[in-house]
């Protein structure tokens, strides 16, 4: 589970996760490659996961 060195994200907080905008929830959680195609959706998607994607792994 938790070794030593590994850091963990805490949980959301509350406001969070009642947030309309259920994007930057998901995005964690889904494959660059995925992230990208659905970068290119729309301008909104694209500035919603661009930071996803620039990310170290």
Known sequence: MGG???E???PPSYPA???R???PLLAP????R???SASLVCRSW???FSEYLWRRP
């Open 4 to 6: 030593e060195g590994e």
């Open 8 to 10: 963990q994200e805490p």
């Open 17 to 19: 996760t009642i947030a």
């Open 21 to 23: 905008d259920p994007l």
């Open 29 to 32: 959680y889904v494959a660059k």
């Open 34 to 36: 995925d992230l990208y």
């Open 46 to 48: 694209h500035r919603e």
